[in-house]
């Protein structure tokens, strides 16, 4: 075979025109950009009053546990004196299961000699 012959075989080969099809695989994050998030219902931890803490325990676990600042904590101290009751987070089922827990474990009131333990609080569903 000559060399002009090589030439014009190679020249043919590139004449062809090949048309391949490429499919996209789906992915799932298309597929949540069409879907909107679903939004968990917020719970409230709710803080109940006894007569075996103090004001001091209160801010104190309000500052340690929810990272309030003293006035904030004070805020609900007060509140949870006066009403029996005070709204310490509104969050997520997990966290406020969580918060409420960290509450039962917080310990008694060493400045009380008649507290015996942690202070009671509990979740329940906020409206909305």
Not at 35 to 60: C, G, N
Request: proline content about 5%; overall charge negative.
């Amino acid at each position: 075979m000559s060399n002009e012959e090589s030439m014009s075989n190679e020249e043919n080969m590139f004449d062809e025109v090949v048309a391949v099809a490429v499919a996209e695989p789906e992915t799932e994050q298309d597929e949540r950009n069409d879907a909107k998030p679903k939004r968990q219902p917020p719970y409230h931890v709710i803080l109940w009053d006894d007569t075996d803490h103090s004001f001091d325990y209160v801010i104190t676990m309000m500052r340690d546990l929810f990272r309030m600042p003293i006035e904030k904590g004070y805020q609900v101290a007060k509140e949870v004196d006066s009403s029996g009751r005070a709204i310490c987070m509104t969050t997520t089922l997990e966290l406020a299961e969580l918060k409420r827990d960290q509450i039962h474990a917080f310990g008694k009131d060493e400045l009380l000699p008649r507290c015996k333990g942690s202070m009671s609080a509990t979740i329940e569903p906020a409206e909305g």
